[in-house]
Every structure is written in structure tokens, then in C-alpha cells.
């Protein structure tokens, strides 16, 4: 039955791959733990994506939360594997 998908898998990999996450620090960014993150209220978290400003870093997606009073803010899980974002190609 993978005949029948035409290559499909590869190309749903490879969105896969882009809609991974990214979690590194920055600046701006809410630093909180994995227990501190898991524990915000639903319609406190989500994710957004991050554009490349000035930091040479493409479109990607980011955890934001609103924390307190603050505007929604991306956040940076400290006890999580650290993934950058690819860079703009060129």
C-alpha cells in the first residue's frame, strides 16, 4: 500500500521537519522549565512563528505563553534539547 502514496512520505517528512518546534534562547524570550511550561493553563500557551528579524534566522515556529499581565512572549524551555532555527538561505 506505501506504492500507492507516490512519494508523499518523503515530502510529509521533510513538513514534518519544518514544523518542529524551535527552542532556543533569545531575546524577549520567557525562560521556564518543562514542569513550569506543562503546568500553564491551555489558553495561556500555543505557538506562533517567529520571523527572522535581523538575527539572519528564516520563519519558524516558536512556544509563546502569557504569563501575568505580560503580551504573549515567546518562551525558551531551559531543561529542554536546544534547537536553533535553519538560517535565511541566501
Not at 495561556?44 to 527572522?52: A, D, R, T, V, Y
Request: charged fraction near 25%; glycine fraction near 12%; hydrophobic fraction near 35%.
Amino acid at each position: 500500500m506505501d506504492d500507492d502514496l507516490g512519494g508523499a512520505t518523503e515530502v510529509g517528512s521533510a513538513a514534518a521537519t519544518q514544523r518542529r518546534l524551535h527552542n532556543y534562547p533569545g531575546r524577549g524570550f520567557l525562560h521556564m522549565t518543562k514542569d513550569e511550561w506543562r503546568h500553564l493553563p491551555r489558553g495561556c500557551k500555543g505557538s506562533w512563528l517567529e520571523g527572522p528579524g535581523n538575527r539572519g534566522y528564516d520563519f519558524h515556529p516558536v512556544r509563546v505563553a502569557l504569563v501575568g499581565r505580560r503580551a504573549l512572549s515567546p518562551v525558551y524551555i531551559v531543561d529542554a534539547r536546544r534547537v536553533e532555527p535553519a538560517a535565511t538561505p541566501a
